[in-house]
């Protein structure tokens, strides 16, 4: 019975295989058809999707695959395959903690300063005091990328047509948060959005180090900085503070400089960044199987380190990878075995080999 209860998740996962392998290749065929780019081929992508379970866009142009020998492929972690390590080693009990905002607010109090108010355990008196108080910003509560958020206005707040808006905050589960803001060296990026500090750490053990960060802009008059909504990021020397690279976004289109502003962004120092770290390295112990976490950090105006949300499944493959156009597989695998007790590629090649194995 137990032989057969543990071949039944095996089962599913190769099914999710198959069909993964059958959309990423059905995109591919289309992409070269439609693009038809001058490097790299079909034929070879085949490889690399089987061999790395790479996407088309990772081969093309994240991380030029069409260029690099088998060796060098190795040295990458592809979305799919750090999804397979995420699935294994974060648990729901952890991720519940950084999904929901709410629970993420009273767990992680230390170390925000924003005022907030959910107005499913509100009274519309409290609502309409909140909104007519502060700038805000409305979120889904368990909404990610940037989706569904939308700014509440003072002088909105205190409109005769709260009612609705609180009436639709309660019926799509938002939360409504002060909109803080930053310090002018980050906002002369982009003065319309938010523009945050992606910390990505990995701990165990007691222990924890940071793997990657990224500075994350938006773009065009967008209030938020998320690369899906077209923001910009750039990598962070995370012993330094100095981005390390020109800016970059999801299409793999480079920036010296930000495209709406003009302000450099290769050579800037983040400032405060010793703190930013200190700061993200606390929060990591606060749940100690919190393994993988993309912290995002903004520094206030009045000089206060501010922990915006926790991501259980950074970006760690494509955000820093793509920009620097180096591989952090072996980084995430001897601190895995050091943190975690073990080595996480040891779950991709497992999959693997059972993929090849039902293939």
Same mark, same amino acid.
């Given at each position: 019975m137990n032989k057969i209860c543990k071949t039944f998740p095996i089962v599913r996962e190769i099914k999710q295989l198959r069909k993964e392998r059958k959309l990423f290749l059905e995109e591919a065929i289309r992409k070269f058809n439609d693009e038809k780019p001058i490097h790299g081929s079909l034929s070879d992508y085949k490889k690399a999707l089987i061999r790395h379970r790479v996407s088309y866009r990772e081969y093309m142009y994240g991380y030029e695959f069409w260029k690099l020998n088998e060796n060098e492929r190795n040295e990458f972690i592809s979305q799919r395959e750090m999804w397979c390590i995420y699935r294994k080693v974060?648990?729901?009990? $952890?991720?519940k903690y950084l999904i929901d905002k709410v629970l993420f607010l009273k767990t992680f109090e230390d170390f925000v300063h924003r005022d907030w108010i959910y107005p499913?355990?509100?009274?519309?008196?409290? #609502?309409?005091? #909140? $909104?007519?108080?502060?700038?805000?910003?409305?979120?889904?509560? *368990?909404?990610?990328? %940037?989706? %569904? /958020? #939308?700014? /509440?206005?003072?002088?909105? %707040?205190?409109?005769?047509d709260v009612g609705s808006l609180y009436d639709y905050c309660k019926d799509k589960n938002y939360l409504v948060e002060e909109r803080i803001k930053e310090?002018?060296?980050?906002e002369e990026f982009h003065p319309s959005s938010l523009n945050t500090i992606r910390v990505v750490t990995m701990s165990?053990?007691?222990n924890c180090v940071i793997l990657g960060a990224l500075l994350r802009m938006g773009v065009n008059g967008n209030f938020v900085d998320n690369t899906k909504a077209g923001g910009i990021i750039a990598v962070i020397d995370v012993n330094t503070g100095e981005i390390i690279t020109d800016g970059i976004d999801l299409e793999g289109n480079q920036y010296k400089y930000h495209p709406n502003t003009q302000k450099d962004i290769k050579g800037f120092v983040i400032p405060q960044w010793d703190r930013c $770290?200190?700061?993200?390295?606390?929060?990591?112990?606060? /749940?100690?199987?919190?393994?993988f976490t993309g912290w995002d950090v903004c520094i206030l105006s009045n000089g206060k380190?501010? *922990?915006?949300?926790?991501?259980?499944?950074?970006?760690v493959d494509g955000g820093i990878q793509i920009p620097l156009?180096? %591989?952090?597989?072996?980084? /995430?695998?001897?601190y895995g075995k050091e943190m975690m007790g073990f080595d996480p590629l040891s779950l991709i090649s $497992?999959?693997?080999?059972s993929y090849k194995k039902w293939d």
């Amino acid at each position: 019975m137990n032989k057969i209860c543990k071949t039944f998740p095996i089962v599913r996962e190769i099914k999710q295989l198959r069909k993964e392998r059958k959309l990423f290749l059905e995109e591919a065929i289309r992409k070269f058809n439609d693009e038809k780019p001058i490097h790299g081929s079909l034929s070879d992508y085949k490889k690399a999707l089987i061999r790395h379970r790479v996407s088309y866009r990772e081969y093309m142009y994240g991380y030029e695959f069409w260029k690099l020998n088998e060796n060098e492929r190795n040295e990458f972690i592809s979305q799919r395959e750090m999804w397979c390590i995420y699935r294994k080693v974060i648990h729901k009990k $952890v991720r519940k903690y950084l999904i929901d905002k709410v629970l993420f607010l009273k767990t992680f109090e230390d170390f925000v300063h924003r005022d907030w108010i959910y107005p499913l355990d509100s009274t519309f008196e409290a #609502f309409h005091d #909140f $909104v007519s108080s502060h700038d805000c910003i409305a979120k889904p509560l *368990l909404g990610d990328q %940037g989706k %569904g /958020i #939308f700014i /509440i206005n003072k002088a909105e %707040g205190a409109s005769n047509d709260v009612g609705s808006l609180y009436d639709y905050c309660k019926d799509k589960n938002y939360l409504v948060e002060e909109r803080i803001k930053e310090c002018k060296e980050l906002e002369e990026f982009h003065p319309s959005s938010l523009n945050t500090i992606r910390v990505v750490t990995m701990s165990g053990n007691g222990n924890c180090v940071i793997l990657g960060a990224l500075l994350r802009m938006g773009v065009n008059g967008n209030f938020v900085d998320n690369t899906k909504a077209g923001g910009i990021i750039a990598v962070i020397d995370v012993n330094t503070g100095e981005i390390i690279t020109d800016g970059i976004d999801l299409e793999g289109n480079q920036y010296k400089y930000h495209p709406n502003t003009q302000k450099d962004i290769k050579g800037f120092v983040i400032p405060q960044w010793d703190r930013c $770290v200190e700061m993200c390295k606390k929060a990591s112990q606060v /749940i100690p199987e919190n393994y993988f976490t993309g912290w995002d950090v903004c520094i206030l105006s009045n000089g206060k380190i501010e *922990l915006i949300e926790g991501n259980s499944a950074p970006d760690v493959d494509g955000g820093i990878q793509i920009p620097l156009k180096k %591989g952090f597989k072996r980084k /995430i695998q001897n601190y895995g075995k050091e943190m975690m007790g073990f080595d996480p590629l040891s779950l991709i090649s $497992v999959w693997s080999r059972s993929y090849k194995k039902w293939d």
